[in-house]
């Protein structure tokens, strides 16, 4: 049920106890209010979702949707249309019954809302707030959504406005407004400037299907208002940058792939969408005779997986006995997977993220893993013996807005929480846990990445820059507490942080100069002195890898330009090695050897090694694909070992 507040808010509106004005372009919003408190009231986490239909997020987005809502976090759900497929308004209203239904059964609160109209950017809202839990909202665009045309191979009015130019879409409800392509892209935009999320959720936006030659249940293809709505979304985000984490969901291919969601997932993601489909009089007529879900929702139910845009990296990292292997995030199993490059496959160990993945070794040379769930927790593994891996482990404290970045051979860490306080952890000994996240000293409008060196004492060091582009580090003073965040004299940047510790003991920071955008060098003279800013004329994008090679020279491998040249930088000398690559380079020195290892462009993910000898790369090892299933719940996983992926 709800209290209805028909009337529009005006400038002069009220807001309740937990709810805010705010002001945008002469226009009042209420939303859930971004102090201080709300933030608490949030546990740290303020994610926003938008789906084209009421039911995309139900069934694509679970189990990550309920347990961030369990976690504590605030959620606004925007549904851009009126999901009303010729049913009229009444239609409309029983399925936005059905999603509060849902919502308010994953919060475990009694299904009681508050509603109201607002403004956002050049878009009047209908918004929904759970009484008993006010940072939950569910806000209708109610764009019309018949198909214009016979049905699939159509054009939606989403789906066109978003790809034809000139055209437009209308509200289903009154008062009636006409949105084009700009407007829809400004609204949402404007939606993330006032809500400040830290996480952002939507579709696919990647499915290469021209909308009218999609068609139902046909391998690879999705919705056209889900792909339309996504691709919105990802405009608003570089219109409206921020520090939140962006996460895509795959939506009917999902069905094609290998079942990922444990049985308790299942059954939640289950009871969760039928108590939105009994009201839904197209899925089911009530409760009592609801077979819902069936059919692909059935497999929809089973699944979740994230999208990729083919890029992940891969991480270079040997074992205690001197192997070499590399790891990478799975574009299409989303689980964590390593390949030993001498038996030549892969095995998969588990886990599902929608980011790539960091690698290390522990203090007795072990290797060590770091990945990040959608939730934003941090969890690591590490081999203690060659092809066994322990159960992933969980690292106490916040959430984070990325995987941690991390001193490869030093097991020290440093991650952005969603609380915009930068977070720092190290390896344990003797059990080779991690300690939970110690607070870092507050860097106003502070901008993630950061990165992590130990000085020759062995100190840990940390080096971000705010939204300015200004460069500052801390360090760990002798009583373990952190030094107030000092800044390092350097032109304005735009992040691409790195550093390392070179063999005259000293750290070499590198950063992107925000003018240019090429690539700047300080080297460490004492604690808080560093040489001037060398400019060494390379543009790149990404973060630089970093190594020392064989004459302890550190080298740099940069990637120019997106899906472009690799490029190594050594002693002042600058070599092409790749020409076109989909990922930034990895860079590993072992037992005197120099290893490069890059994604090549095209939709498989394989990875190429190349080994330096006598000055000249040769390739070493081209991969096979990952394997296609084995991802799973971090808290779920096995102790390992898994069976090895042998590619058909």
Not at 12 to 40: E, H, N, V, Y
Not at 332 to 352: E, F, K, M, P, Y
Request: hydrophobic letters at 35%; proline letters at 7%.
């Amino acid at each position: 049920m709800f209290i209805p507040r028909t009337h529009p808010m005006s400038l002069a509106c009220l807001a309740g106890p937990f709810l805010k004005r705010i002001l945008l372009g002469g226009l009042c919003a209420l939303l859930w209010p971004l102090s201080t408190q709300a933030a608490d009231a949030c546990h740290g986490s303020r994610d926003l979702v938008v789906v084209g239909h009421m039911d995309d997020d139900l069934l694509f987005m679970n189990p990550d949707l309920s347990s961030s809502i369990q976690a504590g976090a605030c959620m606004q759900v925007l549904y851009l249309t009126a999901s009303e497929r010729k049913g009229g308004l009444e239609y409309m209203y029983r399925r936005e019954q059905g999603v509060r239904s849902a919502y308010a059964f994953m919060a475990g609160r009694v299904n009681e809302w508050q509603q109201a109209r607002l403004m956002v950017g050049s878009a009047s809202i209908t918004q929904f707030t759970l009484r008993s839990r006010p940072g939950i909202q569910l806000s209708h665009l109610r764009l019309q959504d018949p198909w214009l045309g016979p049905g699939w191979g159509s054009l939606t009015p989403l789906s066109r406005a978003e790809s034809v130019p000139g055209q437009t879409v209308q509200t289903l409800d009154s008062p009636r407004q006409t949105l084009n392509r700009e407007q829809l892209v400004q609204t949402l935009a404007a939606l993330i400037r006032l809500y400040q999320p830290t996480s952002v959720r939507y579709l696919d936006d990647t499915n290469p299907v021209p909308y009218t030659q999609l068609c139902w249940r046909c391998t690879g293809h999705g919705h056209p208002d889900h792909i339309a709505s996504a691709r919105l979304v990802r405009e608003a985000m570089l219109a409206a940058p921020g520090n939140y984490a962006q996460i895509g969901y795959v939506d009917y291919p999902i069905q094609e792939q290998a079942r990922n969601l444990t049985l308790n997932e299942i059954h939640s993601k289950t009871e969760i969408f039928r108590r939105y489909a009994w009201h839904d009089q197209h899925a089911c007529k009530g409760p009592a005779v609801c077979q819902e879900p069936a059919g692909p929702a059935a497999e929809w139910v089973q699944r979740s997986y994230y999208t990729s845009r083919a890029d992940y990296p891969a991480s270079l990292l040997s074992d205690s006995n001197g192997k070499l292997y590399f790891f990478a995030s799975g574009e299409q199993n989303d689980a964590i997977n390593q390949w030993d490059v001498h038996a030549q496959r892969w095995i998969s160990l588990g886990g599902r993220t929608p980011e790539a993945l960091s690698a290390f070794h522990y203090t007795d040379g072990s290797p060590g893993l770091f990945a990040r769930d959608a939730t934003g927790q941090v969890w690591f593994s590490r081999s203690p013996d060659e092809n066994d891996w322990l159960a992933w482990q969980k690292i106490p404290g916040p959430r984070m807005l990325h995987t941690p970045m991390v001193s490869r051979r030093d097991s020290q860490a440093v991650a952005m929480g969603t609380d915009g306080l930068f977070y720092w952890s190290s390896a344990r000994q003797p059990d080779y846990g991690w300690g939970a996240w110690t607070a870092l000293p507050a860097l106003e409008h502070a901008a993630y990445p950061a990165t992590v060196s130990l000085d020759r004492q062995g100190r840990p060091h940390i080096f971000a820059s705010n939204l300015q582009g200004q460069l500052f580090q801390t360090y760990q003073q002798s009583d373990l507490t952190w030094q107030d965040w000092q800044t390092i004299p350097a032109p304005p940047s735009s992040g691409g942080l790195a550093s390392i510790l070179n063999a005259q003991g000293h750290i070499e920071l590198y950063l992107r100069d925000r003018q240019s955008q090429q690539l700047q060098r300080l080297i460490q003279g004492s604690q808080q002195s560093w040489t001037r800013p060398q400019n060494l004329g390379l543009q790149y994008v990404g973060t630089p890898a970093l190594s020392l090679d064989e004459k302890d020279h550190v080298v740099v491998a940069v990637q120019k330009t997106p899906g472009g040249a690799i490029v190594l930088l050594d002693q002042g000398q600058e070599r092409e090695v790749d020409k076109q690559s989909a990922s930034a380079p990895a860079l590993y020195r072992l037992n005197g050897t120099l290893y490069l290892a890059t994604r090549p462009i095209g939709p498989e993910q394989r990875y190429r090694l190349l080994e330096r000898r006598h000055g000249q790369w040769v390739q070493v090892a081209l991969t096979q694909p990952p394997p296609p299933g084995g991802g799973q719940s971090f808290s779920e996983a096995p102790a390992f070992i898994t069976q090895p992926y042998v590619q058909p």
